[in-house]
């Protein structure tokens, strides 16, 4: 998909933050931009606003039957889906000592469950039509352990090997590929953040317009990348 001008692509947890700037840049890129959003309808509306008037989607993605509806909904009012962004997800912090069954769901459930059959919905889809792109928003968090996240880290994992197989299960026509961001605020801080800016080679913190540039690569290439994970961190993995 060298081109995205024109194309269907779906961006979930759009409303807000990283998602909200994916979807800004896919509008100014001229896609077509679902947006998906859960609870935030004012600030869903808004992005959809500022891309052009882009068609609102909502799904609670903890539910297959939702992400069902949610695909179904797609195929009625925009007729394909060229494109998936995995974006929507939870962050929560707990000694693992204290992590309870409902804590580790609610976060695998979105993080990785939701992602996972989100892939499959649009895969469908895509295959059928002959050609896709799909990009998982995964972490720094995936791919170092961070003692507090072990179940956050745990699902981001995932998402890093889920797109691998996926990336072999859908191949030729489709590809999946990732984007592990590091530090990115919208305005909140604590002292783990200024542990990570201080051992970051950048020297900085990232924002949600690199991220969008990364996701914007993968959705552009050709289909010779593919299960690839991108981290865009100023270097924070490396150390
Ligand atoms: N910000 C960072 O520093 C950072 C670092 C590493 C990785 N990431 C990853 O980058 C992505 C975006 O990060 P962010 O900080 O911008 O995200 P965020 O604000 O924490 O979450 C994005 C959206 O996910 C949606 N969401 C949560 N639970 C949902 C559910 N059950 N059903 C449907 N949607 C649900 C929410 O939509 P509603 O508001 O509409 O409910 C929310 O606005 C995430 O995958 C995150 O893990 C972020």
Redesign the pocket.
Known sequence: MSELAGKVILV??A?????REIALRLAAEGARVAIH????EAD?ARTAADCGGAPLFR????SVPEIERMFAEIDERLGRIDGLVN?????TRFDPLNVTEADWDSIHD?NLKAVFFCCQQAARRMKAQGDGRIVN?S???GLRPWAEHAHYCASKAGVIMLTRALAKAFAPQVTVNSVA?????FGEWNDAMTAMLNATPAGRVGTGAEIADAVVYFLRASNFVTGQTMAVDGGLSQR
């Not at 799904?59 to 903890?62: S, T």
């Not at 974006?87 to 962050?91: E, L, S």
């Not at 961001?181 to 605020?185: E, F, K, R, Y």
Request: positive net charge; charged residues 15%; hydrophobic residues 40%.
């Open positions: 979930t947890g409303a807000k933050r990283i998602g959003y859960s609870t935030s869903a799904a609670n993605l903890e974006n929507a997800a939870r962050f979105v928003i972490s720094l968090g961001p590091g530090v990115i605020p």
